[in-house]
């Protein structure tokens, strides 16, 4: 006889592999129940059909391995959003939210126009869609993969006023520059350095590295994106990047070389620098 609650104690295998085993294993089961959290609390004795509990046991083999949650079942929880995930972009992570909330705060026009760069799933800019159904969003990013799950993820969420771009950072609306300037530029770029310790553990294994590595230093993207922002940006516009834990100083630097003001980074849920921004000179 396997129940929930029998699974669920299996979570103690998971440790060495994972620092939320209980939370996975949980989620693992949902997912082969089609079931929420509340109800597997709700029915500890529900005793799991022969297919089931073959299809935990696959799932929780990948878990074991240290597979990313989110690559296994497919989805990732951002924001007020289910999205779609794959291996092919970075798993959407709480602390982005961070760059949604500070966005949100900002006194921008009712009808902004707003570019997420490297949107990956399309969390951030998926997110302020919701929120803010009058702006109008461009989201781009540079691996077709990646612009196909964006594009899915808007469906499924029906955000009419989110359009996904391939593009090399900027070089898709460089034509287009002169007609069309933004309110909000948001990015969480790859940040890490080439050779930081950190890219051989954890769930960063399955990611690609292409969306984590930003040269030598892990500054090359958010140089880039600061460098050329201004180009792109209205005056009094603003630009939201989130960078490294250990980033903060000389994003701030790069910030105001650009020629940005009231700049401010924000810390995350853990107390580290995440998140900078700033916004031009002038008023609308």
Same mark, same amino acid.
């Given at each position: 006889?396997?129940?929930?609650?029998?699974?669920?104690?299996?979570?103690?295998?998971?440790?060495?592999?994972?620092?939320?085993?209980?939370?996975?294993?949980?989620?693992?089961?949902?997912?082969?129940?089609?079931?929420?959290?509340?109800?597997?609390?709700?029915?500890?004795?529900?005793?799991?059909?022969?297919?089931?509990?073959?299809?935990?046991?696959?799932?929780?083999?990948?878990?074991?391995?240290?597979?990313?949650?989110?690559?296994?079942?497919?989805?990732?929880?951002?924001?007020?959003?289910?999205?779609?995930?794959?291996?092919?972009?970075?798993?959407?992570?709480?602390?982005?939210?961070?760059? &949604?909330?500070?966005?949100?705060?900002?006194?921008?026009?009712?009808?902004?126009?707003?570019?997420?760069?490297?949107?990956?799933?399309?969390?951030?800019?998926?997110?302020?869609?919701?929120?803010?159904?009058?702006?109008?969003?461009?989201? &781009?990013?540079?691996?077709?993969?990646?612009?196909?799950?964006?594009?899915?993820?808007?469906?499924?969420?029906?955000?009419?006023?989110?359009?996904?771009?391939?593009?090399?950072?900027?070089?898709?609306?460089?034509?287009?520059?002169?007609?069309?300037?933004?309110?909000?530029?948001?990015?969480?770029?790859?940040?890490?350095? +080439?050779?930081?310790?950190?890219?051989?553990?954890?769930?960063?294994?399955?990611?690609?590295?292409?969306?984590?590595?930003?040269?030598?230093?892990?500054?090359?993207?958010?140089?880039?994106?600061?460098?050329?922002?201004?180009?792109?940006?209205?005056? +009094?516009?603003?630009?939201?990047?989130?960078?490294?834990?250990?980033?903060?100083?000389?994003?701030?630097?790069?910030?105001? +070389?650009?020629?940005?003001?009231?700049?401010?980074?924000?810390?995350?849920?853990?107390?580290?620098?995440? &998140?900078?921004?700033?916004?031009?000179?002038?008023?609308?």
């Amino acid at each position: 006889m396997t129940t929930i609650a029998s699974l669920l104690q299996r979570s103690t295998e998971l440790q060495s592999a994972s620092d939320s085993a209980l939370l996975d294993t949980e989620l693992l089961l949902c997912h082969c129940l089609n079931v929420d959290r509340t109800w597997l609390k709700t029915w500890p004795d529900h005793m799991l059909q022969d297919a089931q509990i073959a299809e935990f046991e696959r799932l929780f083999s990948r878990r074991l391995q240290g597979e990313p949650v989110a690559f296994i079942t497919g989805t990732q929880g951002f924001w007020t959003l289910d999205l779609c995930v794959s291996p092919h972009t970075l798993i959407p992570r709480p602390e982005t939210e961070l760059v &949604v909330e500070n966005a949100l705060e900002l006194a921008l026009p009712e009808e902004s126009q707003v570019l997420d760069l490297g949107t990956g799933t399309g969390a951030i800019a998926l997110a302020l869609a919701a929120e803010r159904p009058a702006w109008q969003i461009i989201a &781009v990013d540079l691996q077709a993969e990646a612009v196909e799950l964006a594009e899915h993820n808007r469906e499924v969420n029906h955000l009419p006023n989110v359009t996904v771009l391939q593009s090399d950072w900027f070089s898709a609306l460089a034509a287009a520059q002169s007609e069309r300037k933004f309110d909000l530029i948001v990015s969480n770029p790859p940040y890490i350095e +080439a050779e930081d310790d950190h890219l051989l553990i954890g769930d960063v294994r399955f990611e690609p590295t292409s969306a984590l590595v930003a040269g030598a230093d892990g500054l090359d993207d958010l140089r880039l994106i600061i460098g050329q922002s201004s180009g792109f940006l209205r005056q +009094a516009g603003w630009l939201i990047v989130e960078h490294g834990y250990n980033q903060g100083s000389i994003v701030r630097d790069l910030f105001t +070389a650009a020629g940005f003001q009231s700049v401010a980074t924000q810390a995350d849920y853990n107390g580290l620098d995440r &998140v900078t921004l700033g916004c031009l000179p002038g008023s609308y």
